[in-house]
């Protein structure tokens, strides 16, 4: 187990709405990022969040945003579902940027949009 | 052209055989990179981390090719349980990881 948890497990949303997803960083860790996996695909970068400051971005647009709280937990924020939303999110956690820069995933929240 | 590729698969091989993957990745900044294997409806988990020019354990060997900017995965000896797909994935200090499609490995009783 990596120590890294994300809630919910499952969520079923509708177009329009808006979601969001929870994750907690492994102990010591400090870094924060966050992927969309599609059916078949690798995962996709949405952000990175460093000591609680948004630290990278993918191709995503604005209404996906997120958060990072003081304990390096984080959140992130899907407005206006699409259906193409529908997919695995995973919640990554590393430690300080540094040489050894290995993320360690956690269990993923699988939104599904109707 | 996609920053990280890799064989398409699915590689269907019988228990016992010796199978290897290849990646390739087109950014040349990228420093670091790291092969995941990822089961069925789960989470990538870390398999490999390759910082020079390759890592070895025990069955798993990982080989990186600068100058051809690829790396590969061998698996000798292949068990039942490796049956997943393998996720390759490059690092860039400063940026972030970028992943492949996968490949997906089926092994054979």
């Known amino acids: 187990e990596t120590g890294v948890t994300q809630s919910p497990t499952h969520l079923i949303k509708t177009r329009g709405q808006q979601v969001t997803l929870r994750c907690s960083s492994q102990?010591?860790?400090?870094?924060v990022s966050w992927y969309q996996q599609a059916l078949g695909q690798g995962p996709q970068f949405i952000f990175q969040?460093?000591?609680?400051?948004?630290?990278g971005r993918g191709n995503f647009p604005p209404r996906f945003s997120g958060l990072q709280f003081p304990n390096y937990s984080s959140e992130l924020n899907v407005n206006a579902l699409e259906l193409d939303d529908s997919a695995l999110y995973l919640c990554?956690?590393?430690?300080?940027?540094?040489?050894?820069?290995?993320?360690?995933f956690g269990p993923g929240t699988r939104l599904t949009v109707l | 052209r996609k920053e990280v590729e890799q064989d398409p698969g699915p590689f269907n091989v019988p228990e016992g055989a010796t199978v290897a993957f290849n990646c390739t990745y087109s950014?040349?900044?990228?420093?670091?990179f790291f092969w995941y294997r990822q089961d069925c409806r789960k989470e990538p988990k870390l398999l490999m981390s390759?910082?020079?020019s390759g890592n070895e354990d025990g069955r798993f060997t990982a080989q990186l090719n600068r100058a051809s900017q690829y790396i590969s995965l061998l698996i000798r000896d292949s068990k039942l349980s490796d049956s997943a797909t393998y996720l390759c994935?490059?690092?860039?200090?400063?940026?972030?990881?970028?992943f492949g499609p996968g490949t997906r490995l089926s092994v054979l009783p």
């Open positions: 990554a956690s590393s430690p300080t940027s540094g040489s050894r820069p290995e993320q360690f």
């Open positions: 102990s010591g860790h400090n870094t």
């Open positions: 994935a490059g690092y860039n200090y400063g940026q972030n990881f970028v």
């Open positions: 969040y460093y000591r609680e400051e948004e630290n």
């Open positions: 390759v910082y020079s």
């Open positions: 950014n040349s900044a990228s420093q670091s």
